[in-house]
């Protein structure tokens, strides 16, 4: 069906776990009082960014996609849908996309989204990923966006709260990626992507997932020592990033299959994030400084 090729081409597992860390991100910032109705818009103004992208670089990739076993059946690839039809699919998505973001929430937010899109794109997709061994630091820039956008359409501020959201999902995009690196390693070796594991060994990957998820695990508890989110959230972020670093850490012993074992460590990283995207969501806390200037702000209006 035509519908379902334009439907794979966007990518849509990558689409729901944008969207996850997106509403996470904006209800993190609004501290239970929602407004449902810039919710919607910024979730779905988001992920229509994220599938043109997704479609776009489907059509930058499909020379890669072709010299990889997992990425051969994509659309492009096979004929089922044409590249010129990919492209302005992208094109009307991402035109529809910011439209609602501009339109509906607030310039910050929009511009946010726009970095992401540009970095995806434009810096990654065109240059980094073939060309550098950082094009993975690169890249987690873009994936590091969605709940900062969703956190930037609530509070139209780049404060603090949101600085530590990119840090942190950019620390966690790190060893996210290397570990699907390490199991795909034959498909990146032959498709000539010269991500880390091809280019300096499993064992230096291995080295850099376990400082990354160090880097990953302090960067969530900023989150609580800057009084924007409370103990159910502080529990849950040392508990799976504890568990996820003893995992990283099993891949040194000596009878260890590194496909198997990268496999684990990609699959907790999605729980890892998913879980504490929930948690930002429930145990958010507004920090004593905001309360201050909340409380300046009402004043004002007595």
Request: aromatic share 12%; net charge positive; glycine share 10%.
């Amino acid at each position: 069906m035509k519908f379902k090729r334009y439907l794979q081409v966007t990518k849509p597992g990558i689409i729901f776990g944008n969207l996850i860390s997106a509403a996470g991100g904006f209800l993190l910032a609004a501290q239970g009082s929602v407004d449902w109705w810039l919710l919607a818009a910024t979730v779905i103004g988001l992920s229509l960014v994220v599938a043109s992208g997704c479609a776009i670089n489907n059509c930058i990739d499909q020379d890669i996609d072709a010299k990889m076993a997992r990425t051969q059946k994509r659309v492009l690839v096979t004929g089922a849908m044409s590249t010129k039809a990919a492209l302005a699919h992208g094109a009307v998505l991402g035109l529809a996309g910011f439209a609602l973001l501009w339109f509906c929430t607030n310039p910050l937010a929009t511009g946010c989204v726009l970095f992401g899109f540009v970095i995806y794109v434009g810096v990654y997709s065109l240059y980094m990923k073939r060309n550098s061994v950082y094009g993975t630091l690169v890249g987690s820039l873009s994936g590091a966006v969605p709940p900062v956008a969703g956190y930037c359409a609530v509070t139209g501020r780049f404060d603090m709260g949101a600085a530590i959201l990119l840090l942190m999902f950019s620390l966690w995009q790190m060893p996210h990626s290397y570990a699907i690196a390490i199991f795909r390693f034959k498909d990146y070796e032959a498709a000539g992507i010269p991500v880390l594991p091809v280019v300096k060994g499993i064992s230096a990957a291995k080295q850099q997932i376990v400082l990354y998820i160090l880097a990953f695990a302090a960067a969530t508890v900023m989150l609580v020592y800057g009084g924007y989110a409370g103990y159910g959230y502080l529990a849950v972020a040392v508990a799976t990033s504890l568990w996820w670093l003893k995992m990283a850490l099993s891949g040194y012993k000596r009878e260890t299959d590194d496909r198997a074992w990268a496999r684990q460590v990609f699959f907790f990283s999605i729980i890892t994030i998913t879980s504490l995207s929930v948690m930002m969501a429930v145990d958010g806390q507004t920090p004593p400084h905001s309360r201050v200037v909340m409380t300046a702000d009402a004043g004002m209006y007595r």
